[in-house]
């Protein structure tokens, strides 16, 4: 449960960090707007909450985790 909302708030901040700087901020190496690298970041972030809560399903479907009985999923292949 930690992960899935670590990653929800990173993606709530990232898309609160976009709104704030707007379309006029431009990043100094290359130009272009700044809202691209976040919106880069705020799609990996979104991927990563969605693979969360895939894990956890799964978790609590079977009962355990994976810390719990290492040696279970090398076998469930």
């Known amino acids: 449960m930690l992960r899935i909302l670590f990653f929800a708030a990173a993606v709530v901040l990232t898309l609160m960090m976009m709104l704030k700087l707007g379309n006029n901020s431009r990043m100094t190496m290359v130009d272009l707007p700044m809202n691209w690298v976040y919106g ?3 799609v990996g972030f979104a991927m990563m909450t969605v693979r969360a809560v895939m894990v956890a399903r799964r978790h ?9 009985r290492p040696m279970t999923e090398m076998t469930d292949a």
């Open 40 to 42: 880069i970041c705020l």
């Open 60 to 68: 609590w479907q079977r009962g355990y985790s994976v810390l719990e």
